[in-house]
């Protein structure tokens, strides 16, 4: 049996060689051979020097490394694709995964497990951002199809089924975290203390956040453009009823000249709307857009320590 674990990193300098002991600490302990695959997002950092020294060190310490930065899903989607285990491991180069969870990981995928998640609490987190992430939360499972849990996120352990069927969604636009529910399978959740990021700095910024969230609502099913048809339809009728009153009036007492008030908010409001309706066609269309060009999701500048022939057939 082998084990994978794909570690995205993206200016992780400060933390690598670190995780680096750790994880062998963990791996030494386990029994069972395994591989780690580094994917290098475009650092611009020591990081490539430092994966390189390492993968030169130890052959089980393998890397890919992108012509530049192409997001956390595309290193998460190279990591899978390059990754030779029968299990295969998620999980961040920050430490804030904590590797001492792989054991008792590794144990529950053996039970027959094809999906085993690490579950984070929030604690210590910044209470804006917790709250925000609640009530995300709130919305979002009302709006998709599949279920999305606040606290889980991308560490975890794959059979070798759940990351080929991953690897079949060939879809450009990549949202992990529904992903991942998509494919099914049965899981394991196993809990741990949210831990603080202690070196290094989240890449996540409150706009990349909100661009993050619109993505989860937008690439998984149509409802917001269902929602569009509901409230355009409400607003049509409410239209028709208040022209209707508008006329009997007239035809009872004669045309009434103050109408400003009632005629601003309708353009306002409708407008408002057919803006915001705009917006969520336009996003669909974009996602369209990106689909039928077809490009690749990343594109590899250097690999270190693959078989040969693994590598050409990723090409
Ligand atoms: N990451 C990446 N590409 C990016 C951004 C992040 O590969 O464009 C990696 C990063 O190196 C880390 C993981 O994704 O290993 C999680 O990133 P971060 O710690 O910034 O996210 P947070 O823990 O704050 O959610
Ligand atoms: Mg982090």
Not at 213 to 234: E, H, M, Q, W
Request: with cysteine; aromatic share 12%; charged share 25%.
């Amino acid at each position: 049996m082998k084990l994978s674990i794909v570690v995205p990193c993206y200016n992780e300098e400060s933390v690598l060689p670190r995780f680096y002991e750790e994880i062998k600490d963990i791996l030494h302990q386990l029994n069972t051979s395994y591989e780690v695959v580094f994917v290098n997002d475009g650092s611009k950092d020591q990081t490539q020097h430092i994966l390189q020294t390492l993968s030169e060190q130890d052959s089980l310490i393998k890397y890919v490394s992108f012509s530049k930065n192409f997001g956390k899903e595309s290193a998460m989607l190279a990591g899978l694709s390059y990754s030779s285990g029968e299990y295969v491991l998620i999980m961040d180069a920050d430490l804030q995964h904590p590797p001492s969870l792989i054991p008792a990981m590794l144990a529950k995928a053996l039970e027959g497990y094809d999906q085993v998640i690490a579950k984070r609490d929030r604690s210590g987190e910044k209470f804006t951002r917790s709250f925000l992430t609640k009530l995300y939360y709130k919305l979002i499972n009302s709006l998709v199809d599949v279920r999305l849990e606040n606290g889980i996120g991308d560490f975890r352990l794959l059979s070798r089924r759940a990351v080929d069927a991953l690897l079949s969604l060939k879809e450009y636009n990549r949202f992990s975290k529904g992903l991942f529910s998509w494919i099914g399978f049965n899981e394991a959740i196993i809990e741990y203390k949210n831990i603080i990021r202690e070196e290094g700095a989240s890449k996540w910024s409150f706009a990349s956040l909100l661009n993050y969230g619109i993505d989860g609502v937008i690439s998984f099913n149509n409802k917001p453009l269902r929602i569009a048809i509901y409230l355009g339809l409400t607003v049509t009728l409410l239209d028709i009823l208040y022209v209707l009153y508008m006329l009997i009036q007239i035809t009872m007492k004669g045309i009434d000249v103050p109408g400003y008030f009632t005629t601003i908010a309708a353009i306002l409001l409708v407008g408002g709307l057919q803006l915001f309706f705009m917006g969520i066609i336009g996003e669909y269309i974009g996602r369209i857009y990106y689909e039928v060009k077809r490009r690749p999701p990343y594109i590899v500048a250097k690999t270190a320590n693959f078989e040969k022939e693994t590598e050409r057939e990723k090409i």
